[in-house]
């Protein structure tokens, strides 16, 4: 009765929990990448994104800012920690509290909040949880405050700065047009050819054809790093060195074993009456690969693609080797390595989101060509 046709498998539920698990795993990462994007870079490094929505303790330094006011013997300054200048634009998103406070950058957190510190010489600092502050000297004070270091829960912050920063760097408009000129051409150039290609190992039958099958079958376990200097040293003799069109080769040879074999596994599996049928009518190859072949074989050719894009969108080494080092002809992979991660190492935040603004083409490319996937095998041969 379980093999009953129309009855579900007893392993339904469980493979649609696996599905839902594995595409929640792919997700974490995309979502983890998205709201840290949004956040403070100080926030970022002291607690994890899913931690964003909360408040985070911090450690500061500010400078007692108020002006000193002669009480008694001494001199006072009194004020809240919150509203000096260093340190108003951290906390102007909501209320916040001290939990400890110190003078010295190695002990920030030196004395507990609401406690009198005692620095000798008759000074002493009082600091409360609200942030109000009583610094007290029995010598006049000058000009600048003392300098108070403290830890505070800092309310959770959210700005677009990155994204402006992102965007806003020097040629990053550059950068993400030199990306579309090198991916477009490196995605098209190669289906064109292992497309023909493909067709010719499946369909056609002239000498060699099986060495050259496992030919293509061989140069897929070839290294791309091997083949990177002996391939620039070519380019330059021929005269293409480091330009546009040398790594629109330089993709389109690193991605035809691999499409000329796909494609070619795809085309074999096509309908063999339908094809002996067009040359009964006296269909040549040319209009048989046009007019059947291609139709039948475009969910294969759209997967490639979307695959071929997204490698040349990610890639660094080969846009580091093929392209030359100057601003003008940077791809966003090498302007986001070598500007933005190389000065701001630190700064996560513009990291999270110089990697998302990346993803966010070839995230668009693949839902948009993702349903020429599930098409069936002989969409568009009959009418």
Known sequence: MDNMAGSKSSLNIAVNISVLLMVLLWLIPTVGLFVSSFR?????????????PFSVELTYRTRA????????????????????????????????????F??????????????????????????????????????????RGPRIYFEAETPPQFTLDNYRSVMAADNMDQAFMNTLIVTIPATVIPILIAAFAAYALAWMDFPGRGLLIAAVVGLLVVPLQLALVPLLNLHNKIGIGQSFLGIWLAHTGFGLPLAVYLLRNYMVGLPRDIIESAKVDGATDFQLFTRIILPLSFPALAAFAIFQFLWTWNDLLVAKVFLPSDDASKVMTVKIADDLLGSRGGDWGILATAAFVSIAVPLLVFFTMQRFLVRGLLAGSVK
């Open 40 to 52: 403070d870079r100080d926030q970022i490094s002291a607690t994890g994104w899913w931690q964003a």
């Open 65 to 100: 800012d108020a002006d000193p006011v002669e009480r008694g013997d001494g001199y006072v300054i009194e004020g809240n920690i919150f509203a000096t200048e260093e340190v108003a634009e951290s906390f102007a998103a909501g209320e916040s509290s001290i939990s400890a």
């Open 102 to 143: 110190g003078s010295r950058g190695n002990a920030p957190a030196e004395f507990a909040a609401g406690t009198t510190a005692d620095f000798g010489d008759g000074e002493t600092l009082l600091v409360e949880p609200d942030g109000s502050y009583v610094y007290s000297s029995p010598n006049e004070i000058g000009s």
